[in-house]
């Protein structure tokens, strides 16, 4: 099996599926609960917010453990938005952010709030001069990603964080969920006020991540009912799993340093190789995240070329897994102004640290003959 | 035929009204703890009962264990047989026999199953004939037996009980909440964690650490003396402080008469916080009155200013002899007189006032500010964990959870 739909999500390491297990056999206990195993149970949790913020190069309090990406994007999206209603209820994103995003910002203005969305160029980049129009005095809040999940596209982070500096009150998130790891995002730096990690795109588990919430922050919680996680996410913690998110952090850390070459060599191989093929088109800018490669087949359905790898043992994916159930076009490359043959029959290959040439080199071929036989039939 | 229950009497607990179920699970689950190492055994709880079930585990072993559990008032082994003569008389026999030097017994039959056709005053004759016939010098006393063994036969089987053994007495660990015992390595304060906790509580416990003056060994003693405490109770958390910066300060600025009395003034103040902090509401120490010198009236009173928590003394009236025939036989004796220094004998000047008095200590103390040196302490203190196996620092506990991080 060649697996190369790591942005949907990854394999967990056995180091994770080892601490998840010994955490959830040895300190089953409730954080909360008063008594010494109870207490020590805190413990862990304490010290493991505390190796996620050195690794984050944030402050311990400033971690808030949270089920993923999807509730770390509404936990801020939803959570700025309402605790700042009364100051302003405009509130700017993008047109290619995840559905978690998207989605979050729809059932926003249902209720009454104003959604700028910036428009993004050919390579999915937002523009910046558009954004910088955009703000208004009741704007509180600003959410872009980092790494497109469908292209790979990186967003210029650093200089909207740069434009925001300027407006004090105005909240910037970003989603890093297919990010992290794979670039750099100094939070701190880089004028970020919240900021969405998960654990399953960093071989941890599902139902595992962080929301980043600078100290000065205050969010409404979209979970009421306990004081955990400084009171914006009630609920027993999920120790076993952020154990173990906290662990694949910290093994990603160190690949990162090792193996950030790897990646790179890889996406060169893959990229060079697909340029050369006149049957594929490829979507991604040249730029972009080193782990993702969007290209398009134009003329053949993409599930039909999905199914077909997947006989062979080839796993890739269409636009977002979030999002592949819904026919036909790709939203974020029809707000890249592609053409429709392209955003109709668009692929994604997304890769890990774990994947080799050996494996890309295989795909390639499998890919050549696959679409052979398909022109055969189909052409 | 062998033993295959152990039945368990309460004791006070019995009076406890609406809270009687809190305290049975308590006692239930220190009673499972202290078994952890007979995985067979289980526990079952009936109206006003417990049974430990041995399947299997060596009955002594499991006796001798349950005893040491504070909240049973008494213990016997029981078997349960069918409803069939032989069988009953072979019962009643082990019973007797279970009991070494009895010399005279009594038979108490029960029949709560009317079914059973040989009413219960002519199963006494028949059963304790049985005895005699297999026994030597031998008699039945009714009045004042040495041994009762007690027969009851239900629908569901018959039950021997054999002789009492006496429990752990007291309440069960956990039920009456957590005092912060001030751990010296001496012979009094295992005896007061015990007797503290055979009140219901739980304990952790503050030892003062004054390296070089004192040895690891010293520790050591410490460590142990916890261990053996927690084979009664739970885990015990020893907060371990340097005191070594304290101490020397003291000496060099405090006048030698009081510097007994204000050592013990910061020892409670730095408890106090500990206490505080762990959420722990009491402290208990070893003073017996008129003991030593910190232990007079003039003394504790001095000492007790700095704090406002109540001090639990189980000690204070309390002769030397008693003290130490309590230690010998928790088993702490041996390793309170292991002869190594601690905090307490360490400094001890030539001449302790023995009877200070709160303006002076007051005054002195205002000639320099120990606020620093205190929270210093308390900042380099840290935590072992001892319970009845095994002794794990905070920092084998870090370890553990580095694996896992």
């Known amino acids: 099996m060649i697996y190369l739909d790591n942005s949907a999500t990854t394999r967990p390491l056995p180091e994770v599926l080892d601490s998840f297990q010994k955490a959830a056999d040895q300190y089953y206990a409730n954080p909360s609960s008063v008594h010494s195993f109870g207490s020590e149970a805190e413990r862990l949790l304490e010290r493991s917010r505390k190796q996620a913020s050195s690794l984050l190069q944030v402050d311990p309090q400033e971690v808030v453990f949270t089920s993923g990406g999807t509730e770390g994007n509404n936990m801020a999206v939803k959570g700025i938005a309402f605790q700042h209603q009364t100051r302003g209820k405009h509130l700017i994103t993008s047109r290619i952010e995840h559905p978690s995003v998207i989605q979050a910002f729809g059932a926003l203005e249902s209720l009454g709030f104003e959604v700028t969305y910036i428009n993004v160029n050919k390579d999915g980049k937002v523009n910046l001069e558009e954004l910088k129009g955009a703000l208004r005095e009741d704007t509180t809040l600003v959410s872009i990603m980092s790494v497109n999940n469908e292209l790979g596209t990186l967003q210029p982070i650093k200089e909207i964080g740069q434009i925001l500096k300027d407006y004090p009150k105005i909240f910037f998130h970003v989603d890093h969920v297919q990010g992290i790891g794979k670039i750099d995002l100094p939070i701190k730096d880089w004028g970020i006020d919240l900021c969405t990690i998960s654990g399953h795109k960093i071989h941890g588990l599902k139902g595992t991540g962080a929301l980043v919430v600078q100290k000065y922050v205050s969010l409404f919680p979209l979970l009421h009912g306990g004081s955990q996680e400084s009171e914006v996410r009630a609920g027993t913690e999920n120790l076993p799993g952020t154990v173990a998110f906290v662990k694949a952090l910290r093994l990603l850390h160190e690949d990162q340093i090792g193996k950030s070459d790897h990646l790179r060599t890889l996406r060169h191989l893959l990229w060079t190789s697909l340029k050369k093929r006149s049957y594929c088109q490829i979507n991604s800018p040249k730029d972009g995240a080193p782990h993702i490669v969007n290209f398009s087949i134009p003329g053949y359905k993409p599930e039909v070329v999905i199914h077909s790898l997947g006989e062979k043992g080839i796993f890739i994916s269409t636009k977002s897994a979030c999002s592949s159930k819904q026919p036909d076009v790709s939203t974020v490359l029809k707000a890249c102004n592609l053409d429709h043959d392209l955003t109709t029959s668009a692929l994604r290959v997304s890769m890990s640290y774990q994947n080799n040439e050996k494996e890309i080199e295989k795909f390639l071929e499998i890919l050549d003959t696959t679409v052979e036989k398909l022109q055969q039939t189909m052409g | ?405």
């Open chain 2, 1 to 405: 035929m062998n033993f295959d229950r152990i039945m368990i009497r309460y004791g006070e607990m019995a009076l406890k009204g609406k809270n009687k179920k809190a305290f049975e699970q308590k006692l239930q689950s220190n009673i499972a703890r202290m078994l952890r190492k007979h995985p067979e055994t289980t526990i079952q709880k009936t109206q006003g009962r417990m049974f430990v079930h041995l399947n299997g585990e060596d009955p002594h072993e499991v006796m001798q264990k349950c005893q040491n559990v504070f909240g049973i008032h008494s213990l016997s082994f029981t078997v349960k047989v069918e409803k069939e003569e032989e069988q009953m008389k072979e019962a009643v026999l082990l019973a007797f026999n279970e009991a070494n030097d009895a010399k005279s017994f009594k038979i108490s039959s029960k029949r709560t199953d009317k079914t059973f056709p040989i009413p219960s005053q002519e199963m006494n004759p028949i059963l304790g004939g049985h005895i005699l016939r297999n026994t030597e010098n031998v008699k039945v006393d009714v009045h004042n037996p040495d041994v009762e063994i007690k027969v009851e036969v239900r629908h569901e089987g018959t039950y021997v009980t054999a002789q009492d053994y006496p429990g752990g007495g007291g309440l069960p660990v956990g039920t009456t909440g957590k005092s912060l015992l001030m751990l010296s390595g001496g012979i009094d304060s295992p005896v007061s964690g015990y007797l503290t906790m055979k009140r219901g509580v739980e304990i952790d416990a503050v030892h003062f650490h004054s390296p070089p003056y004192t040895s690891e060994r010293a520790k050591q003693k410490v460590i142990d003396l916890a261990q053996e405490l927690a084979k009664y109770g739970s885990k015990i958390n020893i907060h371990v402080i340097p005191f070594t910066g304290i101490q020397q300060k003291i000496h060099r600025e405090m006048p030698e008469g009081y510097s007994m009395t204000i050592m013990r003034r910061m020892m409670m103040r730095i408890s106090e916080k500990v206490a505080s902090k762990e959420n722990i509401l009491s402290l208990t120490t070893g003073e017996s009155l008129g003991q030593v010198a910190s232990q007079t009236m003039e003394s504790m009173n001095t000492i007790n200013e700095v704090t406002n928590y109540p001090i639990v003394r189980p000690l204070v009236s309390m002769d030397k002899l008693e003290i130490i025939d309590i230690a010998r036989k928790i088993g702490t004796y041996d390793i309170s007189i292991r002869p190594f220094e601690d905090c307490c004998t360490v400094f001890v000047p030539k001449a302790p006032k023995t009877k200070p008095n709160r303006e002076k200590a007051n005054y002195y103390e205002s000639n320099a500010d120990f606020t620093q040196d205190i929270e210093d302490a308390l900042e380099e203190s840290y935590v072992i964990e001892v319970t009845a196996d095994h002794v794990k620092t905070n920092q084998q506990k870090d370890d553990e959870f580095s694996d896992l991080l």
